[in-house]
T-cell receptor
């Protein structure tokens, strides 16, 4: 079974530029998550999708961050414009269906904002 | 507000030793607790998941315990190996949130050959 795929793996941009990250969850997984992990911290949930609908985006900085999962499969996370404090690893995770299932994480995208 | 704390932040031990990683949480109303492993440049891998009604879970050389009333969990690693070097993260799922999990900052473990 293929795992959660993310691209790119690394990205370096200057502040005020835009960037987008892509995630392909495990086939058949209805729930998809985006996390932000700042160096030395645990992952923080940014947004959760159930199929193509948003379940929780309470911690997403909506003035600059946006995310979509149009067909209930792949998802993209965008930052526009980026700030220095956005430097972090952005993790995507997916879960099959049941609330008792564990989340499966992708390798992450490391973003550096200069 | 649920907060998860992991002590120590970093730990180095010689190969072969048994070790314990600690996790504490402020609100005992949890659905489950999970221990993850994170290797550099890689995502998180679930190691053990303990439901709130359970006291411990074991997988190979790993044993995780849960004392919900005191808000504590420990991850015990027996006969440590250099391949165990990684960051270990503790995460709790609050009872009142269907799906959200809250992570600690992790413990960076280095096993000395």
């Amino acid at each position: 079974e293929a795992g959660v795929a993310q691209s790119p793996r690394y990205k370096i941009i200057e502040k005020r530029q835009s960037v987008a990250f892509w995630c392909n969850p495990i086939s058949g997984h209805a729930t998809l998550y985006w996390y932000q992990q700042i160096l030395g911290q645990g992952p923080k949930l940014l947004i959760q999708f159930q199929n193509n609908g948003v379940v929780d985006d309470s911690q997403l900085p909506k003035d600059r961050f946006s995310a979509e999962r149009l067909k209930g499969v792949d998802s993209t996370l965008k930052i526009q414009p980026a700030k220095l404090e956005d430097s972090a690893v952005y993790l995507c995770a997916s879960r099959f269906k049941l609330s008792t299932d564990t989340q499966y994480f992708g390798p992450g995208t490391r973003l550096t904002v200069l | 507000k649920q907060e998860v704390t992991q002590i120590p932040a970093a730990l180095s031990v010689p190969e072969g030793e048994n070790l314990v990683l600690n996790c504490s949480f402020t609100d005992s109303a949890i659905y489950n607790l999970q221990w993850f492993r994170q290797d550099p440049g890689k995502g998180l891998t679930s190691l053990l998941l303990i439901q709130s009604s359970q006291r411990e879970q074991t997988s190979g050389r790993l044993n995780a315990s849960l004392d919900k009333s005191s808000g504590r969990s420990t991850l015990y690693i027996a006969a440590s190996q250099p391949g165990d070097s990684a960051t270990y993260l503790c995460a709790v799922r609050p009872w009142d949130r269907d799906d959200k999990i809250i992570f600690g900052k992790g413990t960076r473990l280095h096993i000395l050959p």
